[in-house]
């Protein structure tokens, strides 16, 4: 929802500045308040994305799959091993 919002914050800064541009002769003007609104979105995405990075819920959350990919690896080996025996059983045609 983050990442949409700031989109959006995006597109209504380059539309601010179009409709402010007071006539045709100010192209360069208007291409380099775009690029520092870009820059300045871009900036505060990284800052967003790191933060949400860092916070304790993304660390629990990396936690918790690195517990439990070890436990997945450990009962896939255990179904391996039970298909292995169940195809060792089935009579063949």
Same mark, same amino acid.
Request: aromatic letters at 0%; zero cysteines.
């Given at each position: 929802m983050k990442a949409s919002l700031l989109l959006l914050l995006a597109c209504t800064a380059v539309l601010a500045v179009t409709a402010r541009a007071d006539a045709p002769e100010e192209p360069k003007a208007l291409v380099q308040?775009?690029?520092e609104l870009a *820059?300045? $979105?871009s900036a505060m995405a990284k800052d967003v994305f790191?933060?949400?990075r860092e916070s304790e819920a993304a *660390?629990? $959350?990396r936690q918790w799959l690195a517990d439990n990919a070890e436990l997945a690896k450990q009962r896939l080996v255990w179904?391996?091993?039970q298909l292995a025996e169940l195809w060792k059983k089935t009579p063949a045609m």
């Open positions: 308040k775009v690029q *820059q300045k $979105a790191s933060r949400v *660390q629990q $959350a179904l391996r091993e």
